[in-house]
């Protein structure tokens, strides 16, 4: 399959930049796979494709202020650190810019500098080596607190390129039930919840159940491959616990369906299906490198939301593999003809 058979045509405008308000204002496209039917909603409607007995499975990952702006020592040239990893309290794996000048062995300060003038700043990173992503991996030293005081203190949150405005509140680009620092992204599709939304939903007799896993920005470089089967996944950090798995395979036995919210549910859940009990999970944890695409076959994820994703990206297979591509890029392109807001901030899909 050629990766060029998930592109589409998107003009800017509708690339959105900041998210609606309220959150479940956002226009919800549902995605009818048995009779092949579209329909137009509003994320606040979403009870109304539900029923008692289905549980959604969210992701409760918190978007780490993961944004370092520094200088590079000696020379005070600008530097950016994204954090993408943790390795231990202080090593991490990060991208950096410019990567020409960050080279094992170069120095870099964060934060204001003593009044002396020379020396590190608040915070000081040294590269270790490069990786084999074209990232880096650093150690961090400060000189007062903890590593990841300063890091929390001095980072910022990140934000997609393709987003230019900056965020008023950065607790927008977090979800309402945000639990585990360790993401360099957002689980998007949890965006347009809202606290009423979710007390609605479990007061009908909806089941909640909380995974999670850790966005990295492989979710967003592209495919470089030419054919699908070639490119090699990212791996992401994840976690589905007893609590989890009871929830999730309480519901399933008792006829409800599982709602994955956004394309990080979908994989913890089929990285954990059960081989041995169809249908049902494992809890357990650890790296997720599963590549989901056209022909693969979902063991346990019976409905999808989901927000719109960049042309070829992995995200769009992972959707086109649960829907069928051809109805995928049939809702895309009425998608677009009827305006709606794609991306991070953008408008939000439901497949069932």
Same mark, same amino acid.
């Given at each position: 399959?050629?990766?060029?058979?998930?592109?589409?045509?998107?003009?800017?405008?509708?690339?959105?930049?900041?998210?609606?308000?309220?959150?479940?204002?956002?226009?919800?496209?549902?995605?009818?796979?048995?009779?092949?039917?579209?329909?137009?909603?509003?994320?606040?409607?979403?009870?109304?494709?539900?029923? =008692?007995?289905?549980?959604?499975?969210?992701?409760?990952?918190?978007?780490?202020?993961?944004?370092?702006?520094?200088?590079?020592?000696?020379?005070?040239?600008? *530097?950016?650190?994204?954090?993408?990893?943790?390795?231990?309290?202080?090593?991490?794996?990060?991208?950096?810019?410019?990567?020409?000048?960050?080279?094992?062995?170069?120095?870099?300060?964060?934060?204001?500098?003593?009044?002396?003038?020379?020396?590190?700043?608040?915070?000081?990173?040294?590269?270790?080596? %490069?990786?084999?992503?074209?990232?880096?991996?650093?150690?961090?030293?400060?000189?007062?607190?903890?590593?990841?005081?300063?890091?929390?203190?001095?980072?910022?949150?990140?934000?997609?390129?393709?987003?230019?405005?900056?965020?008023?509140? =950065?607790?927008?680009?977090?979800?309402?039930?945000?639990?585990?620092?360790?993401?360099?992204?957002?689980?998007?599709?949890?965006?347009?919840?809202?606290?009423?939304?979710?007390?609605?939903?479990?007061?009908?007799?909806?089941?909640?159940?909380?995974?999670?896993?850790?966005?990295?920005?492989?979710?967003?470089?592209?495919? %470089?491959?030419? *054919?699908?089967?070639?490119? *090699?996944?990212?791996?992401?950090?994840?976690?589905?616990?007893?609590?989890?798995?009871?929830?999730?395979?309480?519901?399933?036995?008792?006829?409800?369906?599982?709602?994955?919210?956004?394309?990080?549910?979908?994989?913890?859940?089929?990285?954990?299906?059960?081989?041995?009990?169809?249908?049902?999970?494992?809890?357990?944890?650890?790296?997720?490198?599963?590549?989901?695409?056209?022909?693969?076959?979902?063991?346990?994820?019976?409905?999808?939301?989901?927000?719109?994703?960049?042309?070829?990206?992995?995200?769009?297979?992972?959707?086109?593999?649960?829907?069928?591509?051809?109805?995928?890029?049939?809702?895309?392109?009425?998608?677009?003809?009827?305006?709606?807001?794609?991306?991070?901030?953008?408008?939000?899909?439901?497949?069932?």
């Amino acid at each position: 399959m050629r990766v060029d058979e998930f592109y589409y045509e998107l003009p800017e405008e509708l690339i959105a930049q900041e998210p609606v308000e309220p959150r479940d204002a956002a226009r919800l496209l549902v995605l009818e796979r048995a009779g092949e039917r579209l329909a137009h909603r509003h994320f606040y409607q979403l009870p109304e494709m539900l029923q =008692p007995g289905d549980c959604l499975v969210v992701n409760d990952s918190r978007v780490l202020p993961a944004r370092l702006l520094g200088r590079r020592q000696p020379g005070g040239g600008a *530097v950016e650190f994204l954090l993408l990893r943790r390795l231990d309290e202080r090593r991490w794996e990060v991208l950096a810019k410019p990567g020409r000048r960050l080279q094992p062995g170069a120095a870099v300060s964060f934060g204001a500098a003593p009044a002396a003038g020379a020396g590190s700043g608040e915070l000081s990173a040294v590269i270790l080596a %490069k990786t084999a992503a074209g990232g880096r991996l650093v150690e961090f030293s400060c000189r007062e607190g903890t590593v990841d005081e300063q890091l929390t203190r001095l980072g910022r949150t990140p934000l997609p390129p393709y987003i230019k405005k900056d965020l008023a509140d =950065p607790e927008r680009y977090q979800t309402i039930y945000n639990r585990h620092p360790g993401s360099a992204a957002a689980p998007t599709a949890g965006l347009h919840f809202t606290p009423e939304l979710v007390a609605k939903l479990t007061q009908m007799g909806v089941a909640f159940a909380y995974v999670t896993l850790h966005v990295g920005l492989g979710t967003f470089r592209p495919v %470089k491959e030419a *054919v699908v089967e070639k490119h *090699v996944m990212h791996s992401e950090a994840y976690t589905l616990s007893p609590e989890a798995a009871g929830i999730i395979n309480r519901a399933k036995a008792g006829g409800g369906r599982i709602v994955a919210v956004g394309t990080t549910s979908v994989r913890v859940l089929e990285t954990q299906a059960d081989p041995e009990r169809p249908g049902l999970v494992r809890p357990g944890g650890g790296e997720t490198a599963i590549f989901i695409y056209p022909g693969f076959r979902f063991q346990v994820t019976d409905c999808l939301i989901t927000n719109f994703h960049l042309p070829c990206s992995t995200l769009l297979m992972l959707v086109s593999a649960f829907a069928g591509r051809d109805l995928v890029m049939r809702a895309y392109a009425e998608a677009v003809e009827k305006r709606y807001r794609f991306y991070s901030f953008g408008d939000a899909m439901i497949i069932i």
